[in-house]
């Protein structure tokens, strides 16, 4: 079972850096993707960036030049640097492990989400 836990979140005013973190337990962080999510009030949840085992990152279009997304496996941990924050970048941002394996198929675990609130 994998569990995965959110910290990093905060007030910050426009133009402010946060950084979210995201542990995982378990043994298959490694050979997982990672994605950041967030949900706004009233707006479904959304991608915001992924990266693959292999390192690849995707990003929406919305966040792309201000938000970068890594991985330290040695520490089973992965990390949404955002930078040049806006309001319209308040939201609960989710941690996503995604893993494909040939017996179980593709699994996906969340973290509790953590609020990142961004004042004008």
């Known amino acids: 079972q994998v569990q995965l836990v959110e910290s990093g979140g905060g007030l910050v005013q426009a133009g402010g850096s946060l950084r979210l973190s995201c542990a995982a337990s378990?043994?298959?962080?490694?050979?997982?993707?990672m994605g950041w999510y967030r949900q706004a009030p009233g707006k479904q949840r959304e991608l915001v960036a992924r990266?693959?085992?292999?390192?690849?990152?995707n990003y929406a279009d919305s966040v792309k030049g201000r938000f970068t997304i890594s991985r330290d496996n040695a520490k089973n941990t992965a990390y949404l640097q955002m930078n040049r924050l806006k309001p319209e970048d308040t939201a609960v941002y989710y941690c996503n492990l995604w893993h494909w394996a040939s017996l179980s198929g593709a699994r996906d675990y969340w973290g509790q989400g953590t609020q990142v609130t961004v004042s004008s």
């Open positions: 378990g043994s298959i962080f490694s050979i997982s993707a």
């Open positions: 990266i693959t085992s292999g390192g690849d990152t």
